[in-house]
């Protein structure tokens, strides 16, 4: 069953707008279709992760730690293709942090701790203990900004079937429904009024816009469905997708727009970011201002996936971007060092020279080859990251350091801090691959390895490259690849 458009048009004092401030508002169809076996689209889902702590023995030995979590949350199934089944649900329900730190903390896991393996399996609730007839779902897609994930489930479950509404028509005391899994528990249908129509959610990794409901939900809610009731059909609209609540307020939880979703679900694609999400463009005019924001020092220190780098201006004018591990500065030996040589041509920021990986023993220049394509593509990311957000980073001190001239311009700086903070925290992924490949290929037992004021002094230019001739040719590592170009640019 699948209700269908509906001849008469609900009219009374609930229904002024888009949608409706009571459930008056709905049809008989529209009741009726909960008692239809097709009304329960939204499943309960268990997701496992298992992490690897490392720690140390009295007798100086590394003690290996496994830690094993579990955590029920809620999708909801919203299309069927090819066989398979779509569904809608939060990033942190279907997905755990790679390495747990201050931002990305686990329960029952410590800080420092990586991630071998998850799953994420749909079953009936929290109590369901029988595997064989559990369904397992992958992630296709996810945003952790917007903190939802699109899954496929193989086959063909009960979807979603209401149309995709407008949460921009939201207003306050719109009447709404949640359908999900309060506590992983059982299913249950929650109701609550829109209490405010749009609250910006920055906390973390988020950045996304929301509205808040005060319906009463808990942690199994997150990833539900949340309807309201069209005032022009009287049919639920989906209209957001609940994900967080406030702390200390039981009825005060926020709501995903679906206004923001509505591509992710039809394109199965993250939208791209411009410049990084930071507004900086990188080309040779912003390389010069970075040059001149170091200072008299020729240095600065700026945060990147919970750890610390630098970016360093050499003699040569190239820059040296650093890297340190979770010690620093307690452990001041880098995991990653990375040459930028300077280009003469003002739409390019500069060219990758050397790359250095580092362990206990120093640093190393891995031979040609070493690289896969997946470790070259993760390069390539990762010196766009470095320069992004070196140059965010110094530009963000530098207004900082003058007076604000109005209230506006304090609180545009304010947010702008905000921002930085979640894409320093959203480097994680990256550190933890620069870490797996420093302990690949850094100086292993027996290397004798360079230490980092070799990497800082100038190298002789005797038979010494030009920065021309090493963008045209590559390096060593990121042999044959092209050299990185600013976001926008073929």
């Not at 957001?240 to 307020?249: I, K, S």
Request: aromatic share 6%.
């Amino acid at each position: 069953m699948s209700p269908g458009a509906l001849a008469a048009e609900p009219s009374g004092p609930w229904c002024s707008g888009t949608y409706a401030d009571d459930f008056a508002a709905l049809t008989a169809r529209a009741r009726d279709f909960d008692e239809h076996p097709d009304a329960a689209f939204s499943y309960c889902t268990r997701s496992r992760a298992e992490y690897e702590c490392l720690s140390y023995k009295s007798d100086g030995a590394i003690r290996h730690e496994r830690r094993s979590v579990l955590a029920h949350g809620t999708a909801f199934a919203y299309k069927r293709l090819n066989g398979d089944t779509l569904l809608v649900t939060n990033d942190h329900v279907a997905s755990w942090p790679a390495v747990t730190d201050a931002q990305h903390p686990v329960d029952g896991v410590p800080a420092g701790c990586k991630r071998v393996s998850e799953s994420l399996t749909l079953v009936d609730d929290e109590q369901d203990s029988y595997p064989r007839d559990d369904v397992p779902a992958t992630t296709l897609v996810t945003d952790p900004q917007l903190d939802v994930a699109i899954l496929k489930a193989h086959g063909e479950l009960h979807v979603l079937p209401w149309k995709i509404g407008h949460s921009a028509a939201l207003k306050e005391r719109n009447m709404v429904e949640v359908r999900g899994f309060p506590l992983g528990a059982f299913r249950a249908t929650s109701v609550g009024k829109v209490i405010s129509a749009h609250d910006h959610d920055d906390q973390g990794d988020w950045n996304h816009d929301d509205f808040v409901i005060d319906a009463l939900l808990s942690a199994g809610n997150s990833g539900s469905p949340v309807l309201a009731i069209s005032c022009a059909t009287g049919e639920y609209e989906l209209v957001g997708v609940y994900h967080a609540g406030y702390v200390g307020g039981s009825a005060l939880n926020v709501v995903i727009g679906i206004d923001q979703v509505r591509d992710l679900m039809t394109t199965l694609k993250r939208a791209p970011m411009t410049a990084d999400s930071s507004g900086v463009p990188l080309d040779g005019a912003a390389r010069g201002r970075l040059a001149m924001a170091l200072g008299p020092l020729h240095e600065a220190f700026f945060p990147f996936g919970g750890q610390t780098a630098t970016v360093t201006e050499r003699a040569d004018r190239a820059l040296v971007f650093t890297l340190y591990g979770k010690d620093f500065p307690f452990d001041a030996r880098p995991t990653l060092a990375l040459e930028d040589l300077e280009v003469h041509d003002a739409a390019s920021f500069g060219a990758v020279g050397r790359v250095w990986f580092g362990t206990a023993r120093g640093l190393k220049v891995p031979p040609t080859g070493a690289l896969d394509t997946d470790a070259q593509a993760m390069l390539e990311k990762l010196i766009l990251a470095l320069r992004t957000d070196a140059a965010a980073h110094l530009a963000f001190r530098a207004a900082a350091d003058a007076d604000s001239a109005s209230r506006q311009v304090s609180d545009k700086e304010r947010k702008a801090g905000r921002a930085l903070q979640r894409t320093a925290a959203a480097r994680t992924d990256l550190v933890q691959a620069v870490v797996d490949l420093a302990e690949r290929l850094g100086p292993s037992t027996g290397d004798r390895g360079e230490t980092l004021a070799g990497v800082f002094a100038e190298p002789p230019s005797a038979g010494a490259p030009r920065p021309s001739e090493v963008a045209a040719a590559g390096s060593s590592v990121l042999e044959q690849t092209r050299p990185m170009k600013p976001p926008g640019r073929p």
